[in-house]
């Protein structure tokens, strides 16, 4: 029950009964109250307005003002089947397009299906864009690269299809390595063997989440929105904090995967194409960013291979 | 809200004595309430990572588990108690996904909950809206959430808190004292005065605060 001897400011109790008017569908005026409390009328004529716009800009539910994916979400919610593609799970959304795992049914075959969601063809050049993605992607043909299976529309949603991999998000890997970097600066100078053994095998993991994320790669796309990292597909991406990500797989001597990755590569007009390269990707070095320093000497005590672009 | 107001003490009652049917339904009364102050608090970085539901589902499971405990001496209104292990769950959640950098969730407040628009934001809200027919219109309303978003966030924290939870969670003066845990009259004066800030900042943006009512 409400303490009446508690002193509220009357303003405030005022605002809230009017708020509370407001919010009940009704459309109380501010006359009526400065009329009716002539001696508060100049904090109501100042305020009240206020009051309303905050309550105008209280996102509703459903609000299609939301967040990109709900309004997504909201038309591609029930998607279960595409074709011969039988809907497994979503694996990652971007500006461009939702991906999951998907079942070719006929095939019996595990892919990624890549879905454009219905309001981006809205405009004809995102379509235009998603085909020559599709095509750019279909024309090539290297280990490292994820194959394209086909690309196709059914029910008004367009969609092409690649091999499914197994691996981890990029935002993971990265998270991983930042986690690395900083083990191995605490136990550069007097870690023991065995532990600096178990350090590296830890990066031969990691450097297959990698792989598999390099593999997995999206090509251009660069996201609208950047307000999402696709979970597992994610390969040179738009980060919403690190900028442009860009990956590069490197191999030393040993024949051990080393990974070498910029966390904020910035790739002005990257957005035809892949970074799919050979090559530690060219662009500002970050020293304080997450790749581990590979000045020091590796466990078998050789020094790791120069990166072949290394300036 | 007609649902959520109704007096929930028959149905606590019985969920209580073990009712999962009662309890259930109570839950959902205040399903979307929730989940909405979920979204308000969830931290930028983790939209699209985390689901509001997963936050939800891991309060429920605690809020049934101590049910009985809360009903033996209630310190504070049902919603209010909800709205405290929802909340801790989504600290939870922060402290798993930022470890170290996290902030406490209470401290920002999102009403946009798209990127922030850059140079144009009604023509980058209108291409991300789905649809056509409100675009514009949601464009402008995208336009003026950032816009007060940015009013809020370059608040005192006190008063983006005491804003958000009269306007955001729509929370009464009293319910917004309980959450402070101070006075109702202390409640009642502190909003006044962020709201005072708030309009000063909003008026200074022109005609912002005309045509609304």
Same mark, same amino acid.
């Given at each position: 029950?409400?303490?009446?001897?508690?002193?509220?400011?009357?303003?405030?109790?005022?605002?809230?009964?009017?708020?509370?008017?407001?919010?009940?569908?009704?459309?109380?005026?501010?006359?009526?109250?400065?009329?009716?409390?002539?001696?508060?009328?100049?904090?109501?004529?100042?305020?009240?307005?206020? %009051?309303?716009?905050?309550?105008?800009?209280?996102?509703?539910?459903?609000?299609?003002?939301?967040?990109?994916?709900?309004?997504?979400?909201?038309?591609?919610?029930?998607?279960?089947?595409? =074709?011969?593609?039988?809907?497994?799970?979503?694996?990652?959304?971007?500006?461009?397009?939702? /991906?999951?795992?998907?079942?070719?049914?006929? %095939?019996?075959?595990?892919?990624?299906?890549? /879905?454009?969601?219905?309001?981006?063809?809205?405009?004809?050049?995102?379509?235009?864009?998603?085909?020559?993605?599709?095509?750019?992607?279909?024309?090539?043909?290297?280990?490292?690269?994820?194959?394209?299976?086909?690309?196709?529309?059914?029910?008004?949603?367009?969609?092409?299809?690649?091999?499914?991999?197994?691996?981890?998000?990029?935002?993971?890997?990265?998270?991983?390595?930042?986690?690395?970097?900083?083990?191995?600066?605490?136990?550069?100078?007097?870690?023991?063997?065995?532990? %600096?053994?178990?350090?590296?095998?830890?990066?031969?993991?990691?450097?297959?989440?990698?792989?598999?994320?390099?593999?997995?790669?999206?090509?251009?796309?660069?996201?609208?929105?950047?307000?999402?990292?696709?979970?597992?597909?994610?390969?040179?991406?738009?980060?919403?904090?690190?900028?442009?990500?860009?990956?590069?797989?490197?191999?030393?001597?040993?024949?051990?995967?080393?990974?070498?990755?910029?966390?904020?590569?910035?790739?002005?007009?990257?957005?035809?194409?892949?970074?799919?390269?050979?090559?530690?990707?060219? =662009?500002?070095?970050?020293?304080?960013?997450?790749?581990?320093?590979?000045?020091?000497?590796?466990?078998? =005590?050789?020094?790791?291979?120069?990166?072949?672009?290394?300036? | 809200?007609?649902?959520?107001?109704?007096?929930?003490?028959?149905?606590?009652?019985?969920?209580?004595?073990?009712?999962?049917?009662?309890?259930?339904?109570?839950?959902?009364?205040?399903?979307?309430?929730?989940?909405?102050?979920?979204?308000?608090?969830?931290?930028?970085?983790?939209? +699209?990572?985390?689901?509001?539901?997963?936050?939800?589902?891991?309060?429920?499971?605690?809020?049934?588990?101590?049910?009985?405990?809360?009903?033996? @001496?209630?310190?504070?209104?049902?919603?209010?108690?909800?709205?405290?292990?929802?909340?801790?769950?989504?600290?939870?959640?922060?402290?798993?996904?930022? +470890?170290?950098?996290?902030?406490?969730? @209470?401290?920002?407040?999102?009403?946009?909950?798209?990127?922030?628009?850059?140079?144009?934001?009604?023509?980058?809200?209108?291409?991300?809206?789905?649809?056509?027919?409100?675009?514009?219109?949601?464009?402008?309303?995208?336009?003026?959430?950032?816009?007060?978003?940015?009013?809020?966030?370059?608040?005192?924290?006190?008063?983006?808190?005491?804003?958000?939870?009269?306007?955001?969670?729509?929370?009464?003066?009293?319910?917004?004292?309980?959450?402070?845990?101070?006075?109702?009259?202390?409640?009642?004066?502190?909003?006044?005065?962020?709201?005072?800030?708030?309009? +000063?900042?909003?008026?200074?943006?022109?005609?912002?605060?005309?045509?609304?009512?």
């Amino acid at each position: 029950m409400p303490d009446s001897s508690e002193a509220r400011d009357p303003v405030e109790a005022l605002a809230e009964e009017f708020v509370n008017r407001h919010r009940r569908g009704e459309k109380p005026l501010l006359q009526e109250y400065i009329d009716k409390y002539p001696h508060l009328a100049e904090d109501i004529r100042d305020l009240f307005p206020a %009051l309303l716009k905050m309550e105008k800009v209280r996102p509703q539910t459903g609000d299609v003002t939301g967040e990109f994916t709900d309004a997504v979400n909201a038309t591609e919610k029930k998607l279960e089947r595409l =074709g011969d593609y039988r809907i497994l799970r979503e694996l990652g959304r971007g500006g461009m397009g939702i /991906v999951y795992e998907a079942e070719q049914e006929s %095939l019996g075959r595990h892919v990624a299906l890549k /879905v454009l969601p219905h309001h981006a063809l809205l405009d004809s050049k995102h379509l235009q864009r998603f085909h020559r993605e599709a095509k750019a992607a279909a024309r090539l043909h290297h280990t490292n690269i994820v194959p394209v299976y086909g690309v196709g529309a059914d029910d008004g949603l367009h969609y092409y299809v690649r091999q499914f991999i197994h691996g981890m998000g990029l935002d993971e890997v990265l998270a991983d390595l930042k986690r690395l970097r900083k083990a191995r600066s605490k136990t550069d100078v007097t870690l023991p063997n065995r532990k %600096l053994t178990a350090i590296k095998s830890e990066e031969n993991l990691t450097a297959a989440g990698v792989a598999a994320a390099l593999l997995t790669g999206e090509f251009g796309s660069r996201s609208m929105d950047g307000a999402r990292l696709p979970d597992t597909l994610t390969g040179p991406a738009f980060h919403p904090t690190e900028g442009w990500v860009g990956v590069s797989r490197e191999s030393d001597s040993s024949g051990s995967a080393l990974i070498s990755a910029d966390s904020s590569v910035h790739l002005p007009g990257q957005t035809g194409t892949s970074t799919l390269t050979e090559t530690r990707p060219r =662009g500002r070095e970050h020293p304080d960013r997450f790749i581990p320093d590979r000045s020091g000497p590796l466990a078998d =005590g050789k020094q790791p291979a120069a990166p072949a672009s290394a300036v | 809200m007609t649902a959520e107001t109704a007096d929930p003490s028959e149905l606590l009652r019985r969920a209580g004595a073990g009712d999962s049917q009662a309890l259930s339904e109570l839950l959902t009364r205040y399903r979307d309430r929730l989940r909405w102050i979920v979204r308000l608090r969830l931290n930028r970085r983790l939209q +699209g990572r985390v689901d509001p539901s997963d936050v939800i589902q891991e309060a429920y499971l605690e809020i049934s588990k101590n049910l009985p405990e809360y009903l033996r @001496d209630p310190k504070m209104p049902f919603f209010l108690w909800l709205r405290y292990i929802t909340g801790q769950k989504l600290i939870a959640m922060h402290r798993r996904h930022l +470890g170290a950098q996290m902030r406490d969730p @209470d401290q920002e407040v999102s009403l946009y909950r798209g990127a922030l628009p850059e140079a144009n934001s009604v023509s980058l809200a209108a291409h991300l809206l789905g649809h056509l027919t409100s675009a514009s219109r949601a464009a402008i309303r995208a336009e003026e959430q950032v816009q007060v978003q940015e009013a809020l966030n370059s608040l005192e924290p006190i008063d983006r808190e005491i804003l958000a939870l009269r306007h955001f969670e729509m929370l009464s003066n009293e319910e917004t004292a309980q959450v402070l845990g101070i006075k109702k009259s202390a409640a009642s004066n502190r909003y006044m005065r962020a709201l005072r800030r708030m309009k +000063g900042i909003l008026a200074a943006i022109p005609g912002f605060l005309e045509n609304d009512a």
